[in-house]
């Protein structure tokens, strides 16, 4: 597979369906100014989504109307035909989502509004006192947007919609943390006391008073969450085969067999299992994975002490990645280059990925949310998960689309996601890591290895509990179970139990997010093989990259089109 084309190539004329596309993210943002600053578009910083019913409402209607004019268009060229594919399956999705009253009933460990109203001062800068004045600002906007959400779940549980009562009890008690004496909110404020130049009186004083209306505003949500929404919420954790299908599509953008891929995925596990096994003899001779993962964990090579450490290893780990990928495997642009590793300013152990802004004046960040109270960390498990978020992973992948503004148009560039592309190809840069040798030492390896465990057990996890699949004979079999679910878990990770509890109430609060990186990565890879054996000897696997990553975020299924037939 060959290619000259230039990593830079002139711009291409904007075409009908590029104004549909462009139109479109316009009135996404206006409508959704959350959206607006994690995308890096300014203007609306100061606002926040109106998550009432008239504001999903609102969004609705954008996307009909999306929808109908993408019908009607012509495709001048194979980027355009890409766009209306894509668009036409993320919309339509969006639609059937909708529809089915998913949006209005959000209420999860990890993505409802919850969550996105108060992640999004992470990404607001903090250099200027016009930068404290927007958030300040926004600060006082809480209250209204928290309201709006408690509109949305009344009317969602009288129709009989109610997430289930485990992930209710959890998003209140995050709602009193970040509410309380020292959370988030009161932590943000003092940041502002220590900033240089710190901002005026003025801007101090409401900040003072955006934040006491914050911490209000989510004490009263904790507080309708366990006294009017609690009492309605069903026991049982399973969302139930139907509903199931329909979020799977919507975070593949695909539909898969679902039997067959659970049956897969518990071979995969299987797999990775004995290739653990394997590793942990290189790293003490005759070891099994629990002996050797101990002595990894005390081993001084791998240990790290205090935040700061933790972040400047981060650090060091992406940008010896980009030095050594760049030119050789990957073309990386000078913007996408630039990575900051972030100590999060919340505490629940995840690490993630921020994208860059529209113009590159915000680097795309890694940060990692170190629970309170710990202050050692070991290296060998997040080696993996530095390339999975930085470079080749999540930064590569979404820093050269939002760089790709001479071709492709501002949807595709910034607001089109969809996790099985996105994390599937996170994966993939793992596994290619490894294969390119970046993970020969062999703590490093079986770091990777646990972290594909992981990945494989959701699989399972996952599809099973929610579709009422059998449970493997490894926890009884017969049906699933929260208790089993923990035990199959806990069987397939080290990870610390706090962080792997979180994980767990995550599956179970966000159906068919958590299979998506495996699934993904099957498809990527599928993909490679497929086009290495369509082209023989002239395969370029730099050129591969390079071409699907083009593409930006689509479908699966528009990926799979675009890289064969387009």
């Known amino acids: 597979m060959t290619s000259t084309r230039p990593v830079a190539p002139s711009p291409r004329p904007a075409t009908p369906v590029d104004e ?76 059937e989502i909708d529809e089915a009253g998913l949006n209005a009933m959000a209420c999860n460990v990890i993505d409802s509004p919850a969550q996105t109203v108060r992640e999004v001062f992470d990404v607001m800068p903090t250099k200027t006192a016009e930068d404290w004045w927007r958030i300040a600002r926004r600060l006082a906007a809480i209250p209204e947007a928290l309201r709006g959400w408690k509109v949305s779940l009344t009317e969602a549980a009288g129709r009989g919609l109610v997430s289930a009562s485990r992930q209710v009890s959890a998003v209140a008690e995050q709602a009193t943390d970040f509410a309380s004496p020292d959370g988030f909110f009161v932590a943000l404020g003092r940041r502002a006391d220590a900033a240089d130049p710190p901002p005026g009186q003025a801007v101090r004083e409401e900040l003072t008073t955006g934040v006491e209306q914050a911490r209000t505003a989510y004490r009263e949500v904790a507080e309708f969450l366990r006294r009017d929404l609690l009492p309605r919420a069903p026991e049982a954790d399973g969302c139930g085969r139907q509903r199931y299908d329909l979020l799977s599509r919507g975070f593949l953008g ?53 935040t700061d450490a933790l972040r400047d290893w981060m650090q060091t780990e992406a940008d010896r990645a980009v030095d050594l990928l760049a030119g050789r495997h990957f073309d990386i642009p ?16 995840g690490i993630y990925y921020t994208r860059p802004s529209e113009d590159f004046s915000r680097p795309g ?5 170190v629970p309170r109270g710990v202050t050692e960390f070991t290296t060998w498990r997040e080696l993996t998960t530095v390339y999975h978020e930085g470079v080749p992973g999540h930064h590569l992948q979404i820093g050269q689309t939002a760089y790709r503004a001479e071709a492709l148009n501002l949807w595709r560039r910034t607001m089109s996601w969809t996790s099985g592309h996105g994390e599937g190809w996170a994966l993939y840069a793992e596994r290619l890591m490894d294969d390119l040798g970046f993970l020969d030492d062999p703590g490093n390896r079986l ?86 054996a369509r082209h023989g000897r002239d395969f370029d696997l730099r050129a591969f990259h390079r071409d699907a990553l083009d593409l930006g975020s689509v479908g699966l299924d528009t990926l799979r089109t675009a890289l064969t037939a387009w």
């Open 254 to 306: 695909s539909r898969v067999d679902l039997a067959e891929t659970y049956a897969w995925g518990q071979a995969e596990l299987a797999r990775i299992t004995e290739e653990m096994r394997v590793v942990a003899g290189s790293v003490r001779n005759g070891a099994g994975v629990a002996e050797a993962t101990a002595a990894l964990d005390h081993d001084p090579r791998y240990q790290l002490r205090g």
């Open 20 to 95: 549909i596309a462009e139109q479109y993210v316009g009135r996404i943002v206006a409508l959704s100014p959350i959206q607006a600053t994690t995308l890096g578009l300014a203007g609306l910083d100061t606002d926040l989504d109106d998550l009432s019913p008239d504001g999903l409402a609102a969004l609705s209607d954008a996307r009909k109307a999306t929808l109908t004019r993408l019908a009607a268009a012509a495709p001048r060229d194979d980027t355009d035909r890409v766009t209306v594919a894509a668009m036409t399956e993320r919309l339509g999705l969006d639609e």
């Open 447 to 532: 770091g990777m290895l646990e972290a594909q465990s992981l990945r494989a057990a959701r699989v399972v996890l996952d599809i099973g509990l929610h579709c009422g699949f059998p449970a493997p004979e490894q926890v009884g079999a017969g049906a699933w179970t929260y208790d089993k679910a923990w035990t199959f878990l806990t069987a397939h990770s080290s990870m610390g139990r706090d962080m792997l509890r979180f994980e767990l109430h995550r599956y179970l609060g966000w159906p068919g997010q958590a299979p998506s990186y495996k699934i993904g990565e099957r498809v990527w890879l599928q993909l490679r093989d497929e086009a290495r």
């Open 334 to 349: 000078d913007p996408v280059r630039r990575i900051e590793a972030c100590i999060a300013p919340t505490h629940s152990g």
């Open 365 to 369: 960040r890694m940060w990692w949310a």
